[in-house]
């Protein structure tokens, strides 16, 4: 399977990697209705915004190849928005899909749903790819100008293939310099508390790429002792000023590198960017469950799940249209229809 | 009990506090023989610097009161010395001990054991009263300036009391502020992968001192948001040149502290100073085994233990004499008669 999602051989249901199951075992689901959708989505069977939007879509398709009513898709809009609350992606790849089928007649409104979901996924795969031919020459300059074989890339959480569709973000430049020849290593942060470090490394394994996972902590330790060349993440959201909020720990990576001058790319996607928000600090970063941290019982414990680093500590964005500096003129430059 | 380790109530046997069951159960240990002692330091039943130093002196004592022989000696120094190979603290009691007592007829060698192992304890306590003493008023000068009550205090692994006999090093200042009634709250880092946060968490909890536990991660979005407004962490060992080698993950916070301009603080108690090396770059650092990070079977992992964080990061050296720069002639003046 080389997509995280698709449709099935049989032309209707939906094929997923369950990624509860990762890395112990790679398992295939069967969604056949709105119920296996929102129940793969509410379990995180999978995850990765895009990702969870594209499962959103075709669990309208879904919903609605069974009751296509106005009544089917108020229902199916609630249940599938219920299962991740806060995810916006989620929200936004629904909202989408009923723009694109309310008008319609109800016996056509599954078929338009799945072609949206389709087109969707298809969008998310070229912008991912395009992240990684950007990204391909800025590694392999590096390579150069750092003088190492292999290039040691370092990266935090799991920004690839598992978080997307296909290629990933952050990871789409390294299969993409994995793929042109170009020799790597990629340092895998095991990013506490949920340990999406540990997704990372599998992906990397089973692509054939040389990686060693370590605590979130080592990071500095590796930049002092010149081990790190690059920092390629992601980000949940970047602000139109540059500002990245990320997985909580990303901010103090690009601390490192800054202080060792080491350049830190972030693949920014383009609809990952809020042009609606200047300064990351504005951001309200979701506080999670305290018990994720699995401290001992009766432990006081804070759980902030992202982090916001600067545009200034932000080498460049990496984006499907190039790689912007992160700034507004920056992005601006690269998006004047957003700007 | 107020201390990690003393003697017992017979006045011969070593009681001590079973680290290996904390946070868990508060479980007291008696220690009546070498192989008690060896089995107590080599599971880790004590753990920190100093205590495993102290430790071993009373193994001593313990074998030489069963046998007092030259060959009862170098057996004991050899079962002792073989539990930890690496802890420095450990060789330098046992050959301080054995120093002590290898001139004396056997009969007087284990009381003479037993006396230098109190006086080390002792020595140990009074230096960390003494750097609770010298760090109290940079807390209470810095409530001031920050104007913040409580005033927020970030701490990293455990250097408190479970780590030393009483007080400890870094958590010194933090009692002995709590005891003077200036208001505090400690950020405890969970201190991947052994997680000696949740000790220094139970430590606090148990003192009454106001604490939370979080990702080693989150240390950046807390100084970015202005949550921190001082940094006290302990070392394993600091060079005449004042760099820092501690628990890896202390290089991180440093350099957050430097990009948001509060101050990092090491407690470094005088026997930590290594006046034979100028650089921490110098210093090799331990790779611990891989097992530890829990990661998937299979994963490429590496376990760094330790970083260095260089002398331009320190504001202060907290030691028994009185708060240094970190800097040759900052730790010159304090010790001259080491420099």
């Known amino acids: 399977m080389t997509r995280t999602i698709r449709l099935g051989d049989d032309g209707w249901s939906i094929q997923i990697l369950d990624q509860s199951a990762l890395p112990r075992e790679e398992r295939l689901l069967r969604l056949a209705s709105l119920d296996d959708a929102a129940a793969a989505i509410r379990d995180m069977k999978l995850r990765g915004a895009p990702l969870i939007g594209v499962a959103g879509a075709y669990g309208l398709a879904l919903a609605l190849r069974a009751d296509p009513s106005d009544a089917g898709l108020e229902r199916a809009r609630s249940v599938l928005l219920a299962t991740r609350p806060t995810a916006v992606n989620l929200r936004w790849a629904?909202?989408?899909?009923?723009?694109?089928?309310?008008?319609?007649?109800?016996?056509?409104?599954?078929?338009?749903?799945?072609?949206?979901?389709?087109?969707?996924?298809?969008?998310?795969?070229?912008?991912?790819?395009?992240?990684?031919?950007?990204?391909l020459p800025i590694l392999r300059d590096l390579a150069v100008t750092a003088r190492r074989s292999p290039l040691q890339v370092m990266?935090?959480?799991?920004?690839?293939?598992?978080?997307?569709?296909?290629?990933?973000?952050?990871?789409?430049?390294?299969?993409?310099?994995?793929?042109?020849?170009?020799a790597l290593h990629v340092w895998v942060a095991e990013t506490r508390p949920r340990n999406q470090g540990h997704?990372?490394?599998?992906?990397?394994?089973?692509?054939?790429?040389?990686?060693?996972?370590?605590?979130?902590?080592?990071?500095?330790?590796?930049?002092?002792?010149?081990?790190?060349?690059?920092?390629?993440?992601?980000?949940?959201?970047?602000?139109?000023?540059?500002?990245?909020?990320?997985?909580?720990g990303t901010y103090l990576k690009?601390?490192?590198?800054?202080?060792?001058g080491i350049p830190f790319y972030v693949a920014a996607p383009g609809p990952s960017i809020d042009w609606t928000l200047l300064r990351g600090a504005d951001v309200t970063i979701e506080e999670r469950d305290p018990a994720e941290v699995g401290a001992p019982p009766g432990t006081p414990v804070s759980n902030p799940a992202f982090d916001v680093t600067p545009a200034d500590l932000v080498t460049g964005l990496i984006t499907e249209r190039g790689v912007a500096r992160a700034s507004v003129d920056g992005l601006a430059a690269l998006y004047p229809e957003k700007a």
């Open 254 to 260: 690009a601390l490192a590198a800054r202080a060792h």
């Open 94 to 135: 629904i909202d989408d899909v009923t723009a694109h089928v309310a008008h319609l007649p109800p016996k056509e409104r599954s078929p338009a749903a799945y072609a949206r979901a389709g087109a969707m996924a298809d969008d998310d795969v070229a912008i991912c790819r395009r992240i990684g031919e950007h990204g």
């Open 155 to 182: 990266t935090h959480c799991n920004a690839g293939w598992l978080a997307a569709i296909e290629h990933g973000t952050a990871l789409a430049p390294v299969y993409a310099a994995h793929a042109a020849g170009l």
């Open 199 to 248: 997704l990372t490394a599998w992906e990397l394994g089973r692509a054939g790429v040389p990686h060693t996972l370590v605590t979130d902590s080592a990071a500095g330790h590796l930049f002092s002792r010149g081990q790190v060349d690059v920092v390629i993440v992601g980000t949940d959201r970047t602000t139109r000023g540059g500002d990245v909020v990320n997985k909580v």
